[in-house]
């Protein structure tokens, strides 16, 4: 039997606090982080319409690694 131990009861208070009325799911997140590493590299302000991509990268760990992963090629392809 699983109990619930106190991290885990933080862990889920901070997820829960972290939700917002309006987010996007990983495959939405993924199909657009493209755009959202393109504008990071160019310097330029994240515009409304990536808003919720930056959300997203902000509370999920594995779209995070897979931006992370994506801007170093970018960079790395630039050479």
């Known amino acids: ?19 917002r009325d309006v987010e996007i799911g990983c495959d939405d997140c993924l199909m657009q982080v493209a755009s959202y590493c393109e504008t990071e590299l160019a310097g330029k302000e994240i515009p409304e319409a990536l808003r919720l991509v930056r ?25």
């Open 1 to 19: 039997m699983n109990h619930l131990t106190l991290k885990n009861a933080r862990d889920l208070c901070e997820a829960l606090l972290a939700t």
């Open 55 to 79: 959300e997203h990268l902000e509370i999920c760990a594995e779209c995070r690694e897979e931006c992370q992963a994506l801007l170093s090629a970018m960079l790395e392809g630039s050479r």
